[in-house]
């Protein structure tokens, strides 16, 4: 005997099954998440053992974490699985981590007699991070002082001038401060930039270390130490690593810290005289 009613629950709203279109997560994406609302664009990507993250600044600059789950975010109101894009080599990004145009296929270039010193190592590996390509296409190296105090015997010993210059990326570069006196008269060839901050951890954005701010040590404390023991951190070396992996690109830095980089990057690729 033949069914006169068919399937009665084909087709039921409350069986039929929508499909949620996947969405690569490319740079820039702006979508948001369907459980809190927050709304940015895809700056990222994160790893752990709980599985794939993508990184969404909103419109602030706040950064926040969000796992890749099925049907998580939202696109026009519409729900969507974003994944993580698989970048064929036809379509590697065109801007490097410092937003300047990315140049493919670069090969090592000799090193340029200009050069741009840092204070310690930790600023060296944030510079090499945001800003290795450019200063590879330029051939510009970056060395590291191992403390300010050795910058006049340094300076002798290059010996700048034309062609040959040297600029400094200098921690807490605020008027009345050690690092302004030592700091001052160095000559046409020589520029001194840098960034209010105590310590160059502080140039990082607190919000994509998922900090609300950084916390405040006494005078006499050391600020690494004192940083790490207010955040649970551990050691300086273990806060370090939490530094360095939480940068990714400019946007992960204060504005400060940019500024003072560009200006060596120009001044030190000028050719001739002084900045």
């Given at each position: 005997?033949?069914?006169?009613?068919?399937?009665?629950?084909?087709?039921?709203?409350?069986?039929?099954?929508?499909?949620?279109?996947?969405?690569?997560?490319?740079?820039?994406?702006?979508?948001?998440?369907?459980?809190?609302?927050?709304?940015?664009?895809?700056?990222?990507?994160?790893?752990?053992?709980?599985?794939?993250?993508?990184?969404?600044?909103?419109?602030?600059?706040?950064?926040?974490?969000?796992?890749?789950?099925?049907?998580?975010?939202?696109?026009?109101?519409?729900?969507?699985?974003?994944?993580?894009?698989?970048?064929?080599?036809?379509?590697?990004?065109?801007?490097?981590?410092?937003?300047?145009?990315?140049?493919?296929?670069?090969?090592?270039?000799?090193?340029?007699?200009?050069?741009?010193?840092?204070?310690?190592?930790?600023?060296?590996?944030?510079?090499?991070?945001?800003?290795?390509?450019?200063?590879?296409?330029?051939?510009?190296?970056?060395?590291?002082?191992?403390?300010?105090?050795?910058?006049?015997?340094?300076?002798t010993?290059?010996?700048?001038?034309?062609?040959?210059?040297?600029?400094?990326?200098?921690?807490?570069?605020?008027?009345?401060?050690?690092e302004?006196?030592?700091?001052?008269?160095?000559?046409?060839?020589?520029?001194?930039?840098?960034?209010?901050?105590?310590?160059?951890?502080?140039?990082?954005k607190?919000?994509?270390?998922?900090?609300?701010?950084?916390?405040?040590?006494?005078?006499?404390?050391?600020?690494?130490?004192?940083?790490?023991?207010?955040?649970?951190?551990?050691?300086p070396?273990?806060?370090?690593?939490?530094?360095?992996?939480?940068?990714?690109?400019?946007?992960?830095?204060?504005?400060?810290?940019l500024?003072?980089?560009?200006?060596?990057?120009?001044?030190?690729t000028?050719?001739?005289?002084?900045?």
């Amino acid at each position: 005997m033949s069914d006169r009613y068919g399937d009665i629950f084909s087709g039921h709203p409350h069986t039929a099954r929508r499909t949620v279109p996947r969405v690569d997560a490319d740079p820039d994406l702006v979508v948001e998440d369907a459980a809190s609302g927050f709304c940015g664009a895809v700056v990222g990507f994160d790893r752990s053992y709980d599985g794939d993250f993508v990184k969404l600044e909103d419109a602030r600059g706040a950064v926040r974490l969000f796992a890749l789950r099925e049907a998580a975010f939202l696109i026009d109101g519409e729900p969507v699985t974003l994944v993580r894009p698989r970048t064929p080599a036809a379509a590697r990004p065109t801007r490097s981590a410092s937003g300047s145009t990315r140049v493919e296929g670069l090969r090592a270039k000799v090193a340029a007699p200009s050069r741009i010193w840092v204070e310690g190592v930790h600023d060296a590996a944030l510079v090499e991070r945001v800003w290795g390509h450019d200063l590879r296409v330029e051939g510009v190296v970056v060395e590291h002082l191992e403390g300010l105090d050795n910058l006049a015997a340094r300076l002798t010993d290059f010996g700048p001038g034309p062609g040959k210059k040297v600029g400094v990326l200098v921690d807490h570069l605020v008027t009345g401060s050690k690092e302004t006196q030592l700091t001052t008269g160095l000559g046409e060839y020589v520029l001194v930039t840098g960034h209010p901050y105590i310590d160059v951890w502080q140039a990082v954005k607190p919000a994509v270390l998922g900090i609300p701010e950084w916390p405040r040590v006494p005078r006499g404390e050391d600020w690494k130490t004192g940083v790490c023991r207010r955040l649970g951190w551990g050691t300086p070396q273990e806060g370090w690593r939490r530094v360095y992996s939480a940068v990714n690109s400019f946007r992960d830095l204060e504005a400060p810290l940019l500024g003072a980089v560009e200006r060596l990057i120009d001044f030190v690729t000028e050719p001739g005289g002084p900045f």
